[in-house]
């Protein structure tokens, strides 16, 4: 399939880019900034983007592209378009200057479009753009011509006809670019040459038919559920292609949200008509190990250690059964694995996020089929298969579940009452025509206790808190604006109806500085 490889140097946007082009029916792919040049010659890429990224091209310990990569770039004239960084990078490889400039450009400007053909064809001699960056570009190699500037930055974009090559100093990929999707479309469709091959719709067809290849036609497979969108979809397209030869384990860990484990045994087995669908109710086993834990990384890695136990214990028993199985299914999806594998050095451990990966001891080969995809094209490949629209459209669900949501030591009393809380809330907010608009929305126990009144009694209980907020991608995120009404009715009904709390506070955090979940 014709690809278009997005290199990374490290910006915040990189998988914006790839997302974009993705929508533009051209498959995109993300590969670190100093990706050797047998895995690209591999890829044979119809295009490359150099991404942007927060460093200056001229620290000496800035990212870079290999030397043999550029110099393959250039000899096959692969058309390159070079972004903020990226765009320096090229100017900077091929002998011309970057310096820094006295003022930095930050937010919407407009580009004064000197030739609107090739990349710009179709721009207005004026365009909005985003700008993000304090380096500029000084003197251009010989051979690129200037092809936008701004009030303060003289080469806003250029290119080299002959060599294919193009850059930036904006951002074609977020939306305040207003024609950013006609550039990279220009890039794509104009300049790489492209076929529109990424549709998902054969996107289903074709991986059904890998599945069953790969698999073959008597092997098993086991997949673990969690009642999400990607290990869902994971699942029925797995079941589509094998169907009873597919064994999906569902673990109830005790710390799921109220009516969580019927609904997706209901789901899986009556509505689905999944066979081999094996449900274990491991309430007792997590809250037993969680006993008197209070510290949320330990709370963390306990759930981690015992789900994979217990998985495996499972998985050993099936096999006993099903000797034929030797497939173990995931429903990792593209930014989990691009992150895993980020070359940036930002990531300072906040939180042991995310889900266990499964133990690398186990025999079984792995089938990811959804490693490609972002969660947008999850989604959509989701309903396509007949997955109802609440499930696809569900908020977030932590790995560790209601245990980093109620804070401190965990025991089945208190997850009750939170999940009570939370049932009302989530009710209220449907009922509202709000749930759709927020990222998440949910209660957190807090284990501190305060004086009431309810009625003529004197209370004595535990303080619940709400916290909801938007977001594009958790990265950050607004305590969401909810209506005083609405707040009302829903903190009256928590205190009348759960036994348990008897306050309710809202949270008004952003994030940063707070996180979303408590722990
Ligand atoms: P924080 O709390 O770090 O959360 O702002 C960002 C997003 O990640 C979700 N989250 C998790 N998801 N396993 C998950 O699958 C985890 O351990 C985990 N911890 C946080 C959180 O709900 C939010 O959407």
Redesign the pocket.
Known sequence: MDTILVLDFGGQYCHLISRRIRDLSVYAEILPHDTDLDKIEKISPKGIIFSGGPDSVYEPNSPKVKKDVFEFILKKKIPLLGICYGHHLIIQLLGGKIEPHERKEYGRTTLNVLHADSLFQSLDSEETVWMSHGDQIRQLPKGFKILATTDTCPIAAYENKDQSIFGVQFHPEVVHTLKGPVILENFISTIAQCKKEWKLGNWIENTINWIKQKVGPKNRVILGVSGGVDSSVTAILLHKALNDRLHCIFVNNGLLRKNEAEEVQERFKKKLGFKNFHYIDAEDFFLNKLKNIEDPEEK?KIIGHSFIELFEQTTKELEQLYPDIKFLAQGTIYPDRVETAATSKVAAK??????VTLPSNMKLELLEPLKDLYKDEVRKIGLKLGLDEELINR??????GLA?RCLGAVDKHKLDTLREADHILIEEIKKAGLYNEL??IFCVFIPVKTVGIMGDYRTYENICSIRAVQ?KD??T?NFAKLDWELLDKIATRIINEVKGFNRVLYDITN?PP?????E
């Open positions: 963390r906040i939180k042991s996020h995310h889900n908020h977030p669900f932590p790995g560790p980093v990222w998440q977001s958790a990265m995120a994030k707070g996180t979303i979940e408590y």
